[in-house]
Every structure is written in C-alpha cells, then in structure tokens.
C-alpha cells in the first residue's frame, strides 16, 4: 500500500504540467513550499465525515495555496454511481472495496489502497428505550430497526453479520447512507439500527450496543485518486497525507482502525 502512492504522485505530477494548462481557473499561485495549488474536489463514504473533514482542514493549513472544496459525502454506491455517470472528482474514497472495484472497473482510476477498517455496532437511542442487548433483540417485531440499503458497505455488512448470527430482521427503513440510521436513531424514531463503530462514537443522543461476531464482518476502506483528475498533483499529495502516520493517527482518534 505504502508503495502505491509514491507512484501516483509520480503520475500526478508528471500529468499536473499538462492539465494545468487545459483547466486555467483551478490553476492560482502555486504554494512556494509544495508547488500545490487550485481546488482539491473529494468524494468519500458518509462515515468518513468528521475524521475526513479534520484530514481536510490540517491538508490545507499544511499547503495554503490549496482549497480543499467542501468534500462529498454520501453512501460509497450512490458516490460510485455519480462518478461513472460523469461527476468530477480529484479522489474518492470507498467504505468497501466493492464500490471502488466499480469505479476502477470503469476506467476512472488503476489502483486504490486501504488507509482504514471499521466494524458495526447497534445503535439505540440515549437510555436504550427499546431495551436492546444484542443482535437477537433486532429480530423482535415489536422494535422498530433501521438498516443501510443492501447495495450501501454499512447495508452489505449487516447482512452478512445478521447472517452469520441467524438472526431475521424486518427493517422498518431502508436507508441509502449510515449517516440517515444514526440521524433517526438518535432523534428516536427507531429503537435501534446498525451503524459503525466510529459513528456512534462521534453521534450525541445515541448509545451503543455491542454486535456479537461484528470483528468478523470488517469493512476495508479503500481511497483512489481519479485518473481525469482535475488537479493530480494535489490528488495525489493528499493520498499520501491519509496514509501517513499523521493522517493515520487521525483516523484513529475518530476510531477507525489500521488497514
């Protein structure tokens, strides 16, 4: 993993030379230290949220003639889809490797490398007022349950895990990102509904439930820089600030784990 971005960043840097000129307006006062500039465009798994937004924010005090847009989020399937269907994009960042095999299968990136893991959890709103103690209490009719859409990493997962633990759960919702389950979780509109483990811990009004056999079931997250990529050299420059030891270290403050 560690020797796919130095490569990258060779291609990005040998491409920057001649986008630069075809895309003019990303093409501002290059920074004196990194040579970086322009707009970084990023797209990543609704999960990612709080600990890419923290990545984007140290990128961009570490290069100041960059702007890192605001990033977007959103289920990894719903992001792939937008991106084969013509979305610009500098890097897409994955909460599976299914999704991005299909932006790669589609010719929009060669490679990816998992940066982090992360594992499902039940989430139950402050006090557990459904009286939740584990996967076996999702399969009560009387509980009102929330999943990811199957096609969705965090949908794909639960299936698996509520699979593997013989448990049959009629969701009350079907929601296209993690984001929308925790959302309604914690404004008690369900009394329960599987999540990651990074989620919950940054969520308020919410607590959570222990998933038997959920270290199991571990999501990679995968992250790529797009081959039409509007601005490569910083593409690729922040790929290599998500796999390095600081951009790590932040991913495990928001609780992911290693790759």
Request: proline share 6%; aromatic share 4%; with cysteine.
């Amino acid at each position: 993993m560690r020797r796919l971005v130095p490569v990258l960043l060779v291609t990005a840097l040998a491409l920057a030379g001649c986008q630069a000129a075809d895309r003019g307006p990303t093409a501002a006062t290059p920074d004196a230290a990194t040579g970086l500039s322009g707009e970084l465009t990023v797209y990543a798994a609704a999960s990612l949220g709080a600990a890419f937004d923290e990545l984007a924010g140290r990128f961009e005090r570490q290069h100041p003639s960059l702007d890192v847009l605001p990033i977007v989020y959103d289920g990894s399937s719903t992001l792939a889809t937008q991106l084969v269907e013509g979305a610009p994009a500098d890097v897409f960042a994955s909460a599976d490797e299914k999704n991005m095999a299909r932006v790669i299968d589609a010719g929009l990136a060669t490679e990816s490398a998992v940066f982090a893991t992360n594992t499902l959890v039940i989430a139950v709103p402050a006090g557990n007022p459904g009286r939740v103690t584990g996967l076996e209490s999702l399969g009560d009719p009387d509980l009102t349950v929330l999943l990811c859409a199957p096609e969705v990493p965090c949908g794909a997962a639960a299936a698996t895990l509520l699979d593997i633990a013989g448990v049959r759960v009629e969701p009350a919702s079907i929601e296209q990102n993690v984001t929308a389950v925790l959302t309604k979780v914690a404004a008690d509109e369900a009394d329960a509904g599987l999540v990651y483990v990074t989620d919950v811990r940054q969520a308020e009004g919410v607590e959570a439930i222990q998933a038997e056999g959920a270290a199991d079931v571990v999501n990679r997250y995968p992250v790529t820089m797009l081959t039409d990529a509007g601005n490569p050299a910083a593409a690729a420059a922040f790929l290599d600030f998500v796999l390095s030891d600081e951009g790590r270290a932040v991913l495990a403050d928001f609780g992911f784990g290693a790759p």
